[in-house]
């Protein structure tokens, strides 16, 4: 899978994308996300592997989401091309009517930066820089100063209960702290959707539970929120499931 900071060190951002992004709004709010006959595939040798296959479907901007399906059906891959990670191979996908299919590349890492918040099972965070170093990241891109960047990023820590570790180092903190630090460091740049692959894989059921908690207010805040899972207790809490079958989506 693509490491997403990898990404941000090799895109300059200018905002030559059409953004709904206001500093005074506390998320952007409207996104909704049109899929329309994606497909993904790779060449292995001879061999070509559908990853996705004419996969359509819409997401509603405040919708809660769950895609669920086995290992290897092509969940993850469908979460970063909604993310603008990656790119299909065929098909469009529109982002508020925009069609994000044909952008270029450093459109579509503004994109990704000012509309999408990531969140991964192993937390990806940077493990030499503190929680709020961590949080402090995505806004690298925002232009607002050092001192707005500190604050956002301690408000962002606040939010998901983490305002006395702001020092703590991810190794200082339990996988459940880690994972909220993830969040907030998602929360940063005012995203309009999160996108989250597998959010509590790595947690303890209770930790888990709390780290939905979280997500699920979140959306009820208005942020589109998309859980990539398999796993069916967390489904059932989303307003809608995609099932995604062998690259389709199953119906
Ligand atoms: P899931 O998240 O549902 O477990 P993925 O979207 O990660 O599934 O993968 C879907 C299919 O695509 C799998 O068969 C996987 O092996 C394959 N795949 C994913 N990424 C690549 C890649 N970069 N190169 C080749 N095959 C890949
Ligand atoms: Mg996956």
Do not use: W
């Amino acid at each position: 899978m693509c490491n997403f900071f990898d990404r941000f060190h090799l895109c300059e951002v200018r905002l030559s994308f059409k953004l709904k992004h206001k500093g005074n709004k506390k998320y952007n709010m409207t996104a909704v996300i049109e899929l329309h006959d994606l497909t993904k595939t790779y060449k292995l040798g001879d061999e070509v592997l559908h990853a996705l296959d004419h996969v359509t479907c819409t997401i509603q901007a405040g919708e809660f989401v769950a895609i669920t399906g086995p290992s290897g059906s092509g969940k993850s891959t469908l979460a970063n091309i909604i993310g603008g990670l990656d790119r299909p191979t065929s098909g469009t996908v529109l982002i508020d009517g925009q069609d994000l299919s044909h952008v270029r590349d450093r459109q579509l890492s503004d994109y990704r930066n000012h509309h999408i918040g990531f969140v991964f099972q192993s937390f990806n965070l940077q493990g030499t820089q503190t929680a709020l170093e961590n949080v402090m990241l995505p806004l690298v891109f925002s232009r607002m100063k050092s001192k707005d960047r500190k604050a956002r990023a301690h408000e962002c820590l606040e939010a998901v209960g983490l305002g006395d570790r702001l020092k703590h180092r991810p190794s200082q903190l339990s996988g459940g702290q880690r994972q909220r630090v993830a969040i907030a460091r998602a929360l940063a740049a005012k995203p309009s959707i999160i996108l989250a692959d597998e959010p509590t894989g790595n947690l303890d059921s209770a930790r888990g539970d709390e780290i939905m908690k979280l997500l699920k207010d979140l959306n009820k805040q208005g942020i589109t929120l998309i859980v990539i899972t398999h796993d069916m207790s967390i489904a059932k809490q989303a307003d809608r499931v995609i099932q995604i079958k062998d690259g389709k989506v199953a119906h």
